[in-house]
């Protein structure tokens, strides 16, 4: 029976299966962070239980971590028992971590590709719902609750219900200034925040085989934004070129036949989606978020939009409140809305790729006055690389702040949060009431409108700085 | 796990659409490693900013069902939002539509999530609204939920169904197939990634 990518993957990994019960699927990476895992750890201790594949297992600290005086202990109390108890933990149960000041430390998404730990047609899970970035690889990636790390811990394995599969098929030529942000962004406006709820997407089409493995995960990242399980994208030269000589990358003639074993990791030509959707690359613009949700965005050439013009009456009553708490009135260009914060970072878009996008829009020119620029690096590796390429000057000539690396102000657990009132154009995911920080308004956007936006102090398109 | 057979209580109705995890609880109360106590950071912002919502009046004060709109949820994986829920002394929560993440750790945590249709969730809303102290029962084993003469039935999967009546814990019924997930492993090919010894 001919099978999508997720179904083969899926496959491939049940343990056990019977009528009536869910099926057991075995998970070949657990990535752990310090939030998400102590209650965990408890539970494991409480009844007796031990880790069945530390090997398996890898932790990171992330989401607790300042982005400035990284080597000294963490001044927040609650934050650094938080990150002492991963400590205890990992050197309790043997497990790999990365912490603050290790070479491969960073936001989990980013270092498990970086160290060639992600890989295709593997299974991998975390305690964070922006693990669907892996499927960028062709794995089946999803985030998963603390008890289920708890389960994975003591089993290496989760019950599970095979999700139904869509197709997102993105075909075409992206215009320039238009990326893998841009094209996720209308992929949830389209399909809204429950669009993909109880799917796995799968990327496909001209556009998205064009994109480099930065962009790929950029997108399937934000899956989740639109409710899926998961998201991923058939594996291919581009992907295998990524990985090749990362330090868990295969070598020699394992090397071989793990390329021959991914490279039938390709959706059937007969196979059948549960649902299909299709966007048009070259009708694609910069696209931002006005809203309190990810599917509340528009192209940057629009105007906040009028509750009133929504039929659904959730959707309205949505937008009203939305646009209350935004600070917004209907009928503003979407270009007029001034910005206080620009943050350019995350597990979406704080990768080098990113960084270069930035950089070259702001290499010889300054910041907008009034504006602050937040640049936050992936993880150490990317902070490295970035340095040697001398993006971190540009930012600092621009006038921008060269932080440590972290999930930082995406969700402000750390002290890089917006104050009551103050208006974001951010890199992250989520634009969420008070997400990166309490009474913050956030925008969504890509690197290249964080850039640009950081330039004029208002939301732009990188196209509108040519001639300004 | 608490066992969860049928309960009654009273609702409040939340008559917002994606309710994210972020509002449920933010972020700076996840960096507490109990697994209890999350009370203080239910919906704190909503409680603290504005003075109408549903929580803080008193008729809603001692709700154990809370009727949301579609979309509750979604976003972080975060467990907390279910403890929090708990914690602030919620049973079960009636929407149209559940994240998927949020619902499978309410099955988890012992919270009960109903999905059903928005035409029987607005007329659950115009009930409780007419009369906040109306008691509603939702009850797993017959899989309906009831309030005056108002019966509507409810769909739920038979296995979790069954875990959340017997309150069963995930990880010792798989520790029943301990042989199974051993075969599965002998099979794995040797040049599948591992994180040890670091490289």
């Not at chain 1, 389209?190 to 480099?212: D, F, H, M, N, P």
């Not at chain 2, 796990?1 to 700076?28: K, W």
């Amino acid at each position: 029976m001919p099978k999508t990518l997720a179904e083969k993957v899926y496959d491939a990994h049940v343990v056990r299966s019977a009528a009536g019960e869910p099926d057991l699927l075995y998970i070949d990476l657990h990535l752990v962070h310090e939030v998400t895992s102590p209650q965990a750890f408890d539970g494991l201790r409480a009844a007796g239980r031990t880790v069945r594949r530390p090997d398996l297992t890898m932790a990171t600290e992330d989401h607790n971590v300042p982005t400035l005086d990284i080597l000294s202990p963490i001044a927040d109390p609650i934050s650094r028992a938080q990150v002492d108890a991963l400590r205890r933990n990992t050197a309790e149960f043997g497990i790999r971590l990365a912490p603050m000041g290790d070479r491969d430390q960073g936001i989990v998404h980013v270092i498990g590709p970086q160290l060639g730990l992600t890989q295709p047609g593997m299974t991998i899970v975390c305690g964070d719902s922006h693990t669907s970035t892996h499927g960028a690889f062709g794995a089946l990636a999803f985030g998963i609750g603390t008890s289920e790390v708890e389960h994975v811990l003591a089993t290496q394995t989760l019950p599970q219900y095979k999700p139904k599969q869509m197709a997102v098929n993105v075909d075409g030529e992206l215009p320039p200034g238009v990326s893998a942000k841009d094209v996720i962004l209308a992929v949830i406006a389209q399909i809204g925040t429950g669009g993909g709820q109880g799917y796995v997407i799968e990327y496909r089409g001209s556009a998205i085989e064009k994109l480099s493995m930065e962009a790929r995960m950029t997108i399937c990242n934000m899956s989740i934004e639109a409710g899926a399980k998961a998201g991923l994208i058939a594996p291919d030269q581009t992907t295998f070129d990524f990985l090749q000589g990362r330090p868990h990358a295969p070598q020699g003639a394992d090397w071989d036949a793990a390329v021959a074993e991914w490279s039938t990791l390709r959706t059937d030509e007969d196979a059948v989606f549960d649902a299909e959707v299709h966007i048009d690359a070259t009708s694609l613009t910069p696209f931002v978020t006005w809203g309190t949700n990810p599917g509340q965005g528009l192209p940057i050439d629009a105007s906040v939009p009028d509750p009133a013009d929504f039929a659904d009456e959730g959707d309205r009553r949505a937008a009203e409140q939305a646009l209350e708490y935004m600070g917004l009135t209907a009928g503003t260009r979407l270009r007029d809305i001034k910005v206080d914060t620009v943050f350019l970072g995350s597990c979406t878009n704080g990768r080098i790729e990113d960084l270069r996008v930035a950089a070259e829009l702001l290499r010889g020119k300054r910041i907008d006055a009034d504006t602050r620029m937040l640049v936050v690096p992936g993880s150490v590796a990317v902070k490295a690389q970035a340095e040697t390429e001398g993006l971190d000057r540009v930012f600092l000539d621009a006038g921008a702040e060269w932080r440590g690396a972290g999930c930082s102000m995406c969700l402000g657990m750390n002290p890089d949060q917006l104050k009551p009132g103050e208006r974001s154009a951010s890199t992250s995911n989520r634009n969420f009431q008070g997400r990166q920080g309490k009474g913050g308004r956030t925008h969504l956007v890509s690197p290249a409108v964080a850039a640009a936006t950081a330039l004029t102090g208002r939301l732009t398109a990188p196209a509108d700085l040519i001639g300004a | 796990m608490d066992a969860f057979t049928t309960h009654t209580g009273t609702a409040a109705p939340l008559r917002r659409t994606n309710v994210d995890t972020d509002q449920i609880i933010p972020a700076e109360y996840l960096k507490r490693i109990t697994r209890t106590g999350f009370e203080d950071g239910l919906f704190v912002a909503w409680r603290t900013n504005e003075p109408d919502f549903v929580l803080n009046r008193p008729e809603y004060a001692n709700a154990s069902i809370l009727v949301a709109g579609p979309d509750f949820g979604t976003g972080s994986s975060r467990e907390h939002a279910n403890w929090a829920l708990l914690d602030g002394g919620f049973r079960v929560v009636i929407s149209p539509r559940f994240a998927d993440i949020f619902r499978n750790n309410s099955t988890k945590a012992g919270l009960l999530t109903v999905v059903l249709p928005e035409a029987d969730v607005e007329a659950l809303w115009a009930a409780i609204e007419a009369d906040p102290a109306l008691p509603v029962t939702v009850d797993l084993q017959a899989e309906q939920v009831t309030y005056g003469d108002v019966t509507v039935p409810f769909q739920i999967d038979p296995y979790t169904r069954w875990r959340l009546l017997e309150g069963l814990d995930d990880v010792g019924l798989t520790e029943r197939h301990l042989d199974d997930i051993q075969a599965f492993e002998d099979a794995r090919p040797a040049w599948k990634p591992k994180a040890l010894p670091a490289v």
